[in-house]
Structure formats: structure tokens, C-alpha cells
């Protein structure tokens, strides 16, 4: 009995312990360089790729498509409009992918959406 008391006593001073916060320091040149709000908070745009309807593609025209999917997935990044793009696994919603944008609105995502060549061709949908 004593030795359950004492290990729930010791249990609940570390659970105390590493509960403590440790004081997180606002730094506004950060804030600013990253341009966000007055809170600290940084917007950006995120965007769900679907299967699109163009399905009679031939095989070579969808492989050449993808490459330009990748090349301007790279194109984004690389100017910083892009922080996150992946696939998804295969799913019953035919959810394809993700793509993060570093804007500030929608509309401009919209924009860089429509540089995607398979999107352009209906292989994806967003």
C-alpha cells in the first residue's frame, strides 16, 4: 500500500512538473519579417486536390502532364508561394493531394492553382 502511495505521490509532482509553461517571448522582428498579424499569426491558404473528370487521358499525356505538375510544384516552392504539396493515400473521396500556399488570399491562390498543367487538364480538380 505504501509503495502504491508513493508512486502515485511521485506520478502526480512530475505530471506538475513538466506541465509548468515555460514563457513564450512574442518577438515582433519575426512577427514582421514573416508578415504577420499583431498577434503573431501567419495566414496562409490551404487547398485539397481532387480526381478530375478528364478521364480518357492516354497514359504518355497524363505522365508528361504530372512532370509539369511537378516542375510547377517546384517553380512555387522555390519562389515561396508553396510551403507544403503532397499526395494522399489512395481513399474512398478521391482526395489526390494538398497544396499550401504562402499568400494572403484565396484569390491569389486561385491564381497559382491555375499554373498547375494538370489541373489545366482536368486530371485534378481543386
Known amino acids: 500500500m505504501k509503495t502504491s502511495i508513493f508512486i502515485l505521490v511521485f506520478l502526480l509532482f512530475n505530471t506538475i512538473g513538466f506541465s509548468q509553461e515555460a514563457e ?4 515582433e522582428a519575426l512577427a514582421k519579417s ?3 498579424d499583431e498577434y ?35 517553380k512555387l516552392a ?8 503532397g499526395p494522399f493515400m ?24 491555375e499554373t498547375d498543367p494538370a ?3 482536368n486530371l485534378l480538380e481543386a
Not at 513564450?24 to 518577438?27: G, L, R
Not at 495566414?43 to 510547377?72: D, P, Q, R, W
Request: aromatic share 10%; hydrophobic share 35%.
Open 34 to 36: 514573416l508578415h504577420a
Open 24 to 27: 513564450v517571448k512574442y518577438d
Open 90 to 113: 489512395k481513399n474512398d473521396r478521391k482526395y489526390r493531394g494538398i497544396y499550401v500556399f504562402n499568400v494572403e488570399t484565396v484569390e491569389e491562390a486561385k491564381k497559382l492553382v
Open 40 to 74: 503573431g499569426m501567419k495566414k496562409y491558404v490551404f487547398c485539397l486536390l481532387k480526381s478530375g473528370s478528364n478521364t480518357t487521358i492516354s497514359k504518355e499525356e497524363s505522365k508528361k502532364l504530372f512532370e509539369g505538375h511537378m516542375a510547377n510544384i517546384n
Open 78 to 85: 522555390k519562389e515561396g508561394k508553396l510551403v507544403v504539396a
Open 119 to 121: 489541373i489545366k487538364a
